[in-house]
C-alpha cells in the first residue's frame, strides 16, 4: 500500500436480498477441537503470520462449504494480543485475497488473551451470498 493508502474500506455497501453469514471466531487450532479444551488439540504456532495463515485456511473450509469465497467476506474482526503484530496480519490476509481488488470491511482490537492456550489472533468473519 502506498502513503495514505487504507489497506480496508471505510464502509461496503451489501443488498438487503444477500443472505448473511455470520461465522463465529476462530483461532489457530483446528475448528473441530474438544471442549473443555484438552492441550494436544490446542497446540499453536508462536509465528503470527502462521496462526494467521491457520485461522484464514479455517475460514476457506467454512466458505467453500456454504457454496462462497473470500469474495464474498464483507466484514473481518481480528482480536489480537499484540497490536504491533498487526503488520504482518495484515500481509498474510492480503495473501488469501491476491489477485482480487476486493477488500471487506475491517477492524482490530487489542486485548489481554484469548480462549485457547498459545492463542495471539482470534479472527471473526461475515460474509454475504446474493439470493437470486
Known amino acids: 500500500?502506498?502513503?495514505?493508502?487504507?489497506?480496508y474500506p471505510?464502509?461496503?455497501?451489501?443488498?438487503?436480498?444477500?443472505?448473511l453469514f455470520f461465522m463465529s471466531?476462530?483461532?489457530a487450532i483446528p475448528l473441530y477441537h474438544m471442549h473443555p479444551h484438552i492441550d494436544e488439540e490446542c497446540v499453536v504456532p508462536d509465528d503470527i503470520r502462521e496462526q494467521t495463515r491457520r485461522i484464514l485456511v479455517t475460514f476457506d473450509e467454512i466458505l467453500a462449504f456454504n457454496g462462497l469465497s473470500w469474495r464474498n467476506v464483507v466484514k473481518f474482526t481480528q482480536f489480537l494480543t499484540d497490536i504491533r503484530e498487526h503488520d504482518a496480519i495484515q500481509e498474510v490476509i492480503a495473501e488469501f485475497f491476491a489477485g482480487s481488488q476486493w477488500k471487506p470491511a475491517s477492524s482490530a482490537v487489542a486485548i489481554n488473551s484469548l480462549s485457547a492456550p498459545g492463542a495471539r489472533l482470534e479472527i471473526d468473519v461475515v460474509a454475504a451470498k446474493s439470493d437470486d
Request: glycine content about 10%; overall charge negative.
Open 10 to 19: 471505510p464502509a461496503i455497501s451489501v443488498s438487503s436480498t444477500d443472505t
Open 25 to 27: 471466531g476462530a483461532t
Open 1 to 7: 500500500a502506498r502513503a495514505g493508502e487504507l489497506q
